[in-house]
């Protein structure tokens, strides 16, 4: 009887691979398999750093040949923990690096391994942003795949929206690049749909003139949040698109920058970035700062990138995390009710909620011209349940629950598959649509035997 590993036998089939294979016994492995939400502790059997398309080519097929689940990573930053998977095969794209910036097109080329950070570095020094989303350590792939909402999504659309091409590996092996004129099934499935349909190795993306915003938090008192809520979600959509705040709710973290005196308070507040001269920013904030008093104003100009990592040293991995999303059309008094009444008893002072809108430029593009379906929502919300200690892991997961739930009935139906943990076959439905069966239909194309299920997964049509 054989007592090879599957990294054994990995080693022993793909004399050709160029980068790492990595098995339990490795002195790297715990290292190797660590995910940036600690909660989830999975222990595959092979993990397979790519150098290039050509080791994810073979690592599918080694995965395929031998029957192990496949879980594809690129920035290791899913909630869910889907970066990974058990007694399976994780395809590690963190080697593919590669940024290209050409000024004259203002095109990025992304390899499917860099975080939003390192996109962020390459195309400033040349007055350019790729719309993304508000935390710099978060991996272009999964961001991307999933629709990609942020700081510049009222003006610019989704990051999916400035995807102009996507190199792709099929669960075939084969090599496909996708975009409007080449396989534009799979383009638009790209689009949204997740990593359900190939491995990307590297996005091509129309890049935006974005140099330094005005950015960063304004706080009020929790105990502000029904006036403050109800005035943010009238005057938000009627601020013009270069205009975008998303709302929060925080304890204020017991550190510089904040002001000591309010230390660990918990507040409601916005978060801004306003793509403007100072005073044409100082007037768009004014209608809410004329609110209520704030507790702070922290807001200055800035270049984008700062603002991206501005919450990095917050919310790094090795926390328990636990979240969850939904969108919206409208927030209801009562859903301000329920958000205050649930920020006002966090698990911990890391835990919190976000409404980012998704209204401008978002609604621009036709609800079925993409995967992401949900083109009439104005806000995305996401619950966050955060804490260090993993004693919290059960407070933190029933507290996001709880809020969740509060909020739900007032939801339009679906959320960003970013925000979703492992909730369910009929939440991943809810969440495409009526966009969902054409997905089937692409899945069936380009991966009939769901070999790319290790994800917020759709089925292949019959």
Known sequence: MSTSTPVDAARAELSGFGGDLVGPSDADYDEARALFNAMIDRRPAVIARCADADDVAATIRFAREHDLPLAIRGGGHNGAGLASVDDGVVCDLSPLKEISVDPATGTVRVGGGCVWGEVDAATTEHGLAVPAGVI?????????????????????????????????????????????????????????????????????????????????????????????????????????????????????????????????????????????????????????????EPLMHGVGRMPLKDLNGAFDGLYGPGDQWYWRGDFAREIPDEAIVANRQWNDHPPHWKSGSHIYPIDGAVADVAPDATAFAFRDAVWSQVQIGVSPDAADAEAVRDWTVGYWEALHPHSAGGAYVNFMM????????????????????????????NVFRVNQNILPAA
């Open 422 to 449: 492992e909730e369910g076959q009929a939440r991943v439905q809810a969440t495409y649509g009526p966009n969902y069966d054409r997905l089937t239909r692409v899945k069936a194309a380009y991966d009939p035997d």
């Open 136 to 292: 710099s350590t978060t991996g272009v792939a999964g961001l991307t795949l999933g629709g990609g909402h942020g700081y510049l999504t009222r003006r610019y659309g989704l990051t999916i929206d400035n995807l102009l091409a996507a190199d792709v590996v099929l669960a075939d092996g084969s090599r496909v690049t996708a975009s409007a004129d080449e396989h534009p099934d799979l383009f638009w499935g790209l689009r949204g749909g997740g990593g359900n349909f190939g491995v990307v190795t590297a996005f091509t993306f129309q890049a935006r003139p974005v140099s330094t915003i005005v950015g960063g938090p304004t706080f009020w008192a929790l105990e502000d949040t029904d006036v403050m809520l109800a005035a943010f979600r009238e005057w938000l959509p009627s601020a013009p698109r270069n205009v975008m705040g998303f709302f929060a709710f925080h304890t204020v973290p017991p550190a510089p920058p904040f002001p000591e005196e309010i230390h660990l308070r918990k507040v409601c507040g916005i978060v801004w970035c306003v793509d403007a001269s100072d005073a044409e920013a100082e007037q768009a904030m004014a209608p809410m700062l004329a609110v209520a």
